[in-house]
């Protein structure tokens, strides 16, 4: 066989394999190295190709994507430094658990180390951040090498997929000419068949004697608290909600829980802590006898003190499967077990255990709800930021995704989102917590064809305004709320703050430049509401347009600042004078 029919057979096989093992949507951004990949995918019957010019964007656009679908995406770019430009989103799937293959075109190997254009060492580019690491054979189309491509194929979804989400690399090597030829009789390899490879993964289950003794150990503490930090399941909300009813306890629900909204009991949760656990002497009156927690560590650094506040209390961690998120330091013990069937076992093997409400419980249910009254109070009139926050969810709609940023977006997010029954699927990039590719993020979740709101602030907007472009070429329906206070508006909460000679130029870093000639130019349709009411007839008006439409809200740092700490002032001082009294 020559060259061009080894070439186009392996990665057709490859490319094919993908496919049958479950991948539907592959993020593809243009170059030479690449054609043999980005060819044959464009060419497969069963796989959506998304182009996106810039591989940092791209990168992020399948990672949103990743988020909504809970499903493997697939990268494909050329050799040099596109590779490279994949590195932050790796990185945040790794730290957030998502699911993506990047598939790296390189020079052969005669052309590595010796000067050749568009050529970089891309072996393990991405370190530790992949769960795997492959470096492709060259092309060849003999009957072994096609079921060695169908094998890598189906092992880099699986690996993608199994265990902790996470992303995987393979690196293919190619020579010259790189165009393939579909012409070729039977190119796909043979037809209706099933994977070539598959796995089947069980839920993992604790003994029936551990259960018991654990179970034995919680009931017998009433002073317990369940935390339910950054999670994807929408199903753990109903098992952490009953869980904690039987045990009688609150729950501490971060905002990416899954468990603020929805149609399960939210008797139990406790959705106000972040605003009174910033107090020292409340949170020396609220010692727990034990915390029991699911998901990632919360958003809120109110409850990082918390935990720093109580390091002899025993804690358990509800993993899935193994890993460490217990970035405090306390004594922990971790507890590997799907988390549905642990709520409901540990249910049943404390079946003849029934707790009553509890003093305990009450005076957390008191505090958040002196905490959700002073966040019913009306506004001035005045447009703040934790007020375009609380329009914001106040207006989205139900069965829809809202995709939030970094700093002071899911800040605000975690002040202002309260327990309802309207459905929202919550998503953010809390593994690295940065504000790069949030933009691209927001339009890749929109992809899917969910509805989808992304909030973000001017920094974040600004840092990945070419991600715009996807939602341009395809005509994605998403509505961005950018929350603008000209500059960096966290780090007026940092001590940072009180350095006044080099605060603005390093931290503050107004940008002093208008999104709206930016948005027009992506084809997006552009609102600047000046009040509350009109900003919720934007927001309503916004979800009514299609393709990409920008709400933009012009706030003040320093009000801001103000604002919050009034807020948090008032309600600090009422739960320490009527409750703790």
């Known amino acids: 066989m020559n060259h061009i029919e080894d070439l186009t057979r392996y990665i057709a096989n490859f490319v094919d394999e993908l496919s049958k093992s479950g991948l539907t949507d592959v993020v593809i951004s243009p170059g030479s190295r690449s054609t043999p990949l980005a060819m044959t995918i464009a060419e497969h019957p069963d796989i959506k190709e998304w182009i996106v010019l810039d591989e940092r964007s791209a990168a992020f656009f399948g990672l949103g994507l990743a988020k909504q679908t809970k499903r493997p995406v697939a990268l494909v770019c050329s050799s040099g430094t596109a590779a490279a430009n994949y590195f932050p989103a790796i990185v945040e799937a790794h730290q957030s658990r998502v699911p993506l293959i ?26 530790d951040y992949v769960k795997n690491f492959h470096e492709m054979a060259l092309p060849e189309s003999s009957e072994g090498m096609l079921r060695y491509a169908r094998t890598r194929a189906a092992r880099a979804v699986n690996e993608a997929s199994t265990g902790n989400p996470g992303p995987v690399h393979l690196n293919f090597p190619f020579r010259e000419p790189l165009v393939p030829d579909f012409s070729l009789e039977n190119v796909w390899g043979e037809p209706l068949r099933e994977p070539f490879t598959i796995w089947h993964e069980g839920n993992k289950k604790l003994s029936e004697g551990f259960l018991k003794h654990f179970a034995n150990k919680l009931y017998a503490n009433k002073k317990g608290v369940i935390v339910c930090g950054p999670q994807v399941d929408e199903d753990v909300a109903e098992a952490v909600s009953i869980l904690a009813e039987s045990l009688g306890v609150p729950v501490l629900a971060d905002p990416l829980s899954q468990l603020r909204t929805g149609t399960h009991s939210t008797t139990n949760i406790i959705e106000g802590y972040d605003a009174f656990l910033r107090n020292e002497k409340i949170r020396k009156a609220l010692k727990p006898d034990y915390i029991l927690r699911f998901g990632a560590m919360p958003v809120s650094k109110a409850y990082l003190f918390y935990l720093k506040d109580n390091p002899d209390v025993n804690q358990y961690v509800i993993e899935e499967h193994e890993g460490y998120r217990e970035p405090v330091g306390n004594p922990t013990e971790f507890i590997i077990a ?40 009306s506004s001035d009139g005045s447009l703040t930021e934790g007020e375009a926050v609380r329009q914001l969810v106040d207006v ?7 995709y939030v940023g970094n700093s002071m977006a899911i800040r605000d997010v975690d002040t202002f989102l309260q327990t309802g029954e309207k459905k929202l699927t919550l998503l953010a990039n809390r593994g690295a917590n940065g504000i790069d590719g949030m933009v691209s993020s927001g339009i890749g979740a929109s992809a899917s064809g969910q509805p989808v709101t992304l909030l973000l602030g001017d920094l974040s907007f600004y840092h990945d305004m070419n991600g715009l472009l996807a939602a341009k070429q395809y ?38 430049i208008e999104f709206k000639q930016a948005i027009e130019m992506y084809g997006g349709s552009y609102h600047n509401p000046k009040s509350p009411n009109e900003l919720k007839e934007a927001l309503l008006k916004s979800y009514g347009e299609k393709g990409l439409s920008v709400v933009e809200v012009k706030t003040d740092r320093t009000e801001n600042l103000h604002w919050h700490r009034d807020l948090w002032k008032g309600i600090e001082e009422e739960i320490l004078k009527s409750v703790f009294q």
């Open 396 to 402: 989205v709609p139900d069965n829809s995704s809202l």
């Open 102 to 127: 990047a598939l790296t075109a390189d020079r052969p190997h005669e052309l590595r180390d010796i000067g050749a254009p568009q050529a970089i060492d891309q072996i393990r580019l991405y370190g």
């Open 338 to 377: 799907d988390p549905i069937s642990f709520c409901s076992d540990l249910l049943e093997a404390g079946s003849s255990v029934h707790a009553d409400e509890t003093e305990w419980l009450n005076t957390w249910k008191e505090m958040n709800k002196i905490v959700k009254s002073h966040l019913a109070t």
């Open 475 to 512: 005509n994605l329906d998403i509505t961005i709320l950018v929350v603008n206070n000209n500059g960096g508006g966290i780090f007026s909460f940092l001590p940072q703050v009180s350095s006044e000679k080099h605060f603005e130029a390093l931290f503050g870093t107004p940008l002093d």
